[in-house]
């Protein structure tokens, strides 16, 4: 069957679930998995799959057509123009986390040695590793399952980091670091009912949720973690919650020896904040 009619059939199947940009987008990476053809190419000619790989991809319509997302079904990711192994043990990075990774290349601070906590399919650490020249990078993770991730990505885009599985909340280090950078759970659970289902169904809730009790505590660990592991004039990048950008600001104002300021992301929403510990 021709590209032509297994498109019109795809958004056929999915217009219900996905806008028209997003079934766009879907398609070709489908297309491009199956065949090994550029989206060009695949524009450009009207592309026939065997019978095997059209069982394929119908197959995946169903997935997609159960709110699966495409990462998961296909196994990997771009991000920051690097290619991710994933599966629904780690998060699926997102554009935010992009901009994350770009605010810290472009920051003007030492970044020799760097530390990522939290670090799901290894996407920020690995990515820093790979931009910024003569880093030692090292990922902090709890899962196994997402160390085995991380290792593989690593090997995939030729870089080397240490990985350290454990417990953000026991760990101890005698290492100190220039630059930690962080994305932990920060939605509470009571803004589940907002979460879309490929979201809330597939990726790891120990890695999207907090609780409403205490929905910092992530951070506050961290901050803690800093008091003797950032040197000075070091700096902290977090990802956050907008909604609690105040509460975030309250809660750095009790270490006197840092400064911050917030950054937007694309979408006008308060999701990055950058420290400083002075001395």
Known sequence: MGCSILRKKFNESLFDIYNSEELNIIFYRVMQNLTNKSKLELMTSNY????????????????????????????????????????????????????????????????EKILDIGSGSGCIAIALAKYILRSNVTALEICPNAVKIINKNASKNNVEIDIICEDLFTFQSKSTFDLIVSNPPYIVYSQKYKISKNVLNFEPHHALFVNDNDPLIFYKAILNFSKNNLNVDGNIFFEINDIFHHEMIQLVSKYRNFSYKLIKDFHGKKRFMILKKNT
């Open 48 to 111: 026939k799959l065997g019978n095997v790989k059209e069982k394929i991809f119908y197959e995946y319509v169903n997935r997609l057509s159960n709110y699966e997302p495409i990462q998961y079904i296909l196994g990997n990711t771009i991000f920051n123009n690097l290619e991710f192994d994933l599966d629904n043990s780690v998060l699926i990075p997102r554009p935010e986390t992009e901009e994350l990774v770009d605010l810290i290349i472009k920051h003007e601070c030492k970044k």
